[in-house]
C-alpha cells in the first residue's frame, strides 16, 4: 500500500472508531469547534475530588487561558502558565492525565502544559497510594487508579453543569481522553473496559501496558508511546497491549530508549512525542483531520523513532 493510501486508510479508520459521542440523554453529542489553530498561554488551578471520602484525590488542571496566538512557540517552547488564571472562551476537550509509580503530575507538566496550550484541559489526579509523597505506598494500589479516573471524569461532568466553578462552561464533556506514563499508561488502559462511556473517546499509553479487562468495547482509538531499551516496562508489554486493542491503533516507538528520558524536552524523541500526542489528541478529540493525516509525518525521525498502525485494511 502506497503512504498516501495507508494514510488515509488510518484517517477514516481513527474517526470510525472514535464513534460518534453519546450524552448522558442518549443523543449524539454535537461536533467539536475547529482545533484551535495557533497556542494559548495557561492556567493551573488545584481541587480536591471527594475530600472527606475515603481515597480524596487532589487534581491539578492546566487549562488555556488567554486567547490563542498566531505564533505557535508553545508547541516547541515551555508555555507561560499563571496560577488560577480566567479560562479562555469556548468548551475544550479533557485529558485525565495518570502519573507513575513515585511521581507527582507536576512533573509532567513539560508535556501536560504543552497539551493545554494546543487547547485542551488537562486534569491530573495525585493518586492517594502510589504518589512521591504517599505516606503509605503500595504498588498494587494501582488496581483502583482506573476507579479514580473515571470518579474524575464523573466529578468534571457534575461540575460543568453546575454554578460558582471557573471551569463552568468550558468542558467538552462529551469528550474525554484518558493519558497516562508507566503505572499511569495501565490505569488509562484500565479505563477502557467493558461498557465504558463513550464519553472517553482516546487514549494514549506511555510505557505502560494493559490491566485486566482492559481494551474491551466501545472501542476507541489508542497511542502507545515505548522506549525500546525500556529496563522498567520492557516494549514486549506495550506491544501487547498494542496487539489487544479493538479498535484502530497506533504505536510509536524510540529504538535504544529507556522508561521515559524522551519526556523530557530537549532530549531525542521528544519533540515527535509532543507533536505526535497532540495531534492524535486534535484529531481523535476535535475530529481534526489534517492532524491525522499529519501522524505519521510527526511521528518519524530516522535513527530516533519508528511509527506503525493496526487495524488497516491491505
Known sequence: MGAQRLVAVLVTALLAGCGPATSATGEPAPAARHAPSGTYPVGVRQFVVDPGGPRPLPVTVW??????????AGSSGAPPVRPDAPVAAGRFPVVVYAHGLLSLPEL?????????????????????????????????????????????????????AGRGDPLVGHLDVARFAAAGHSAGGFTTAGMFVAGHSARLRAGIVIAGGGLAGSFAGPAAPLLFVHGGADPIVPESVGRAGYARTLGPAAFLGLPGQGHGEYLTPGRPGFAQVLVTTTDFLRGTLYDDRAALRRLRTDATLPGVTTFATRRLPT
Do not use: C, E, K, M
Open 63 to 72: 487549562y488555556p487561558t488567554g486567547r490563542a496566538a498566531d505564533d505557535p
Open 108 to 160: 509532567h507538566a513539560p508535556l501536560t502544559t504543552r497539551w493545554a496550550a494546543a487547547g485542551f484541559v488537562v486534569a491530573a489526579p495525585t493518586f492517594p497510594r502510589t504518589n512521591l509523597r504517599s505516606r503509605n505506598f503500595t504498588r498494587g494500589d494501582i488496581r483502583h487508579q482506573p476507579a479514580d479516573g473515571w470518579r474524575l471524569i464523573r466529578h468534571l461532568v457534575r461540575l460543568d
